[in-house]
């Protein structure tokens, strides 16, 4: 259940703008019962940063910190290129996926239909709906657990 503080994940790359307003937008719209702390993990200082200042509770750079961080985490969230070896232009490292993959967290992926992968069956929206869409799932699922 959710009645210990939840670890929640949010892994991004690049300039880390997806990842930031993930962030900010779960800040904003959590219910205040909801006890959760954001891990802020980039896979470079730039996307770590810019995740820090959309307010994440800890933030970490590279494949180590997202190692570590997968293992107890209770929610990952982030582009489906994390699950992708060698994705966003080869910031995703083949550990990075495993790690995100063989997690027992429960994924909230975004469908960045780029760097030669396409989704199939995921109607292609402007990116701040898919991030409304992240921020109710993952607050239907805080309290459903």
């Known amino acids: 259940g959710w009645d210990k ?5 949010v892994i991004d ?4 703008r997806m990842g930031k307003s993930i962030i900010e937008q779960l800040k904003k ?3 205040e019962e909801l006890d959760f702390r954001i891990y802020a993990l980039g896979t470079n200082s730039a996307a770590t940063q810019a995740m820090i200042k959309g307010g994440a509770d800890f933030g970490a750079t590279g494949e180590n910190p997202m190692i570590v961080n997968c293992k ?3 929610m990952i969230i982030g582009p489906i290129g994390i699950l992708i ?6 910031e995703i490292t083949p550990a ?4 995100v993959g063989s997690s027992s967290a429960y994924k909230i992926l975004i469908p960045v239909n780029r760097c030669n992968h396409h989704i199939v069956g995921c109607q ?8 409304q869409q992240v921020c109710q799932e993952a607050v239907k699922q805080m309290k459903n657990r």
Do not use: F, H, R, T
Request: proline fraction near 6%; hydrophobic fraction near 40%.
């Open 5 to 9: 503080v939840k670890k929640i994940v």
């Open 85 to 90: 070896a060698d994705s966003l232009l080869g």
């Open 29 to 31: 719209n959590c219910p």
């Open 13 to 16: 790359g690049q300039g880390g």
């Open 96 to 99: 990075m996926a495993v790690a």
């Open 72 to 74: 107890d985490a209770d």
């Open 124 to 131: 292609e929206a402007p990116l701040g709906e898919y991030l």
